[in-house]
């Protein structure tokens, strides 16, 4: 006779905690978060600004982001080439970024080559070129690249989504477009970055081989006073709050013949510093955030209509969008939207095996992003842009695990209601407006690849 085989029984959920993080301090005021990972020769420093997309100028759109681009096409001495040469010959990586709120400069390096590959870093952020020829280049680049998005349905999808949940005047709404780039000149570069790349909107997390004794002097004679004055510089724009979607609308956008829809639904969602926080985090990993979510085993496993579907809630300092999303195929487009439309509203019943489940999933998910130092780098900077406590993350399994299946019923009353949310397609509207029309589910706009992304 076959024996019954036991399953083991579960342990309790594993508390995280994460290496202290060190609070030090350069002689021009920059605070440097440090975080020590013995063991494996390499250091990650990123250096965080308080500034991007959000503070572009009206009319310029995307100077932020073409100012970190440029950052490393030559600074101090170096030509664009020669700075490239000398990142290949210690064998690092020297990036830089911008983002919505933050934008900076990291680097990746062998222990050994930690003062060298600071050289390189202080060049790149306090003494970039911009020289004529690299701006004139870069905007002819990212203009293509902006053009490029009309033929670019997923691209077409999150602009218009965006734009019509915040507005177009608003920093989450707008677009850089060929225009905009454009417009952008040199000297506007060079005053962005003087102005931003301020010791009183900067920070550095290090991660890795390294300590405070053997840190903080390579670091001052780098980015201390002498070489970094100290300066409160200009303070990023403070973004106003949106308000919510106030009924059902869908935009169709014709792309003629395309063989997939592209369905994004969307409203507002919550500010990273809401109390509903944890509670988001594992209702989102029930409704669209992990395999076995709702959304996508309703329109991958059960229906085929697409290799996935999920959603997200994007927090920033103030609420930024809750996304459903999926590309389904072309024939799916309106049932798709049925089955979108009825998880949205039953989400708002969970029963507590599910509840277990999604907490445990976002609970023991939660370590794998500090396996690395570039991980733990941008987790320690997530705290440092937005004012958190430096000891969040160590109480962050805690407040998963006490998140009950009253806080996540609340939670999807409260944030997720399918009778408000815009709703974008982007697909053939020949075959497929008609059938999404018949569903009634708020009135239609017909819009064109014009209608998104002029022609410039």
């Not at 301090?25 to 991007?52: D, F, R």
């Amino acid at each position: 006779t076959a024996q019954s085989v036991q399953r083991p029984a579960l342990t309790a959920t594993p508390r995280f905690a994460m290496t202290p993080i060190q609070q030090l301090t350069l002689s021009n005021g920059v605070p440097v978060l440090l975080v020590e990972k013995p063991g494996i020769p390499i250091v990650q420093v990123n250096l965080v600004v308080k500034a991007g997309s959000v503070d572009d100028p009206a009319g310029k759109t995307g100077l932020a982001a073409l100012t970190a681009q440029l950052l490393d096409e030559g600074a101090g001495q170096r030509s664009a080439l020669e700075l490239a040469d000398a990142v290949d010959f210690l064998g690092i990586d020297l990036t830089t970024f911008a983002g919505l709120h933050t934008m900076g400069v990291d680097l990746h390096t062998p222990t050994s080559k930690l003062a060298d590959a600071l050289d390189l870093m202080a060049d790149v952020t306090l003494r970039p070129a911009f020289p004529a020829d690299e701006v004139e280049r870069a905007e002819a680049q990212t203009a293509v690249g902006l053009a490029q998005r009309r033929d670019q349905p997923t691209a077409l999808a999150t602009a218009l989504l965006n734009r019509t949940l915040f507005g177009e005047a608003h920093p989450y709404g707008r677009s850089a477009m060929p225009v905009t780039v454009r417009a952008i000149t040199r000297d506007d570069l060079v005053a962005f970055h003087r102005a931003r790349f301020a010791t009183g909107n900067a920070a550095f997390v290090v991660v890795g081989d390294v300590t405070a004794a053997s840190l903080l002097p390579v670091l001052e004679a780098r980015f201390g006073a002498a070489a970094w004055p100290a300066s409160a510089g200009t303070a990023s724009a403070t973004v106003a709050p949106t308000r919510q979607v106030a009924g059902r609308t869908i935009a169709f956008v014709d792309k003629p013949g395309a063989a997939q829809s592209v369905i994004r639904i969307g409203r507002i969602g919550a500010a990273r510093s809401t109390d509903d926080y944890y509670a988001l985090q594992v209702l989102n990993a029930i409704l669209g955030g992990s395999f076995t979510s709702r959304l996508n085993q309703n329109l991958r496993e059960t229906h085929g209509y697409a290799y996935g579907a999920g959603s997200s809630f994007v927090f920033r300092p103030v609420p930024g969008p809750f996304l459903a999303a999926s590309n389904v195929q072309t024939d799916a487009t309106a049932p798709a939207l049925t089955e979108f439309v009825k998880e949205l509203t039953n989400i708002r019943t969970i029963p507590q095996d599910e509840v277990d489940k999604g907490k445990n999933f976002v609970a023991l998910s939660f370590p794998e992003t500090f396996q690395t130092v570039e991980g733990t780098a941008d987790m320690v900077a997530d705290l440092w842009a937005n004012n958190l406590p430096l000891d969040t993350y160590n109480r962050y399994t805690d407040r998963v695990m006490a998140v009950s299946r009253a806080d996540l019923e609340r939670a999807a009353r409260t944030y997720i209601d399918p009778a408000k949310v815009a709703i974008v397609v982007v697909g053939d509207k020949a075959s497929q407006e008609a059938a999404v029309r018949a569903l009634r589910l708020g009135p239609v706009t017909s819009l064109t690849v014009n209608d998104v992304f002029p022609e410039q």
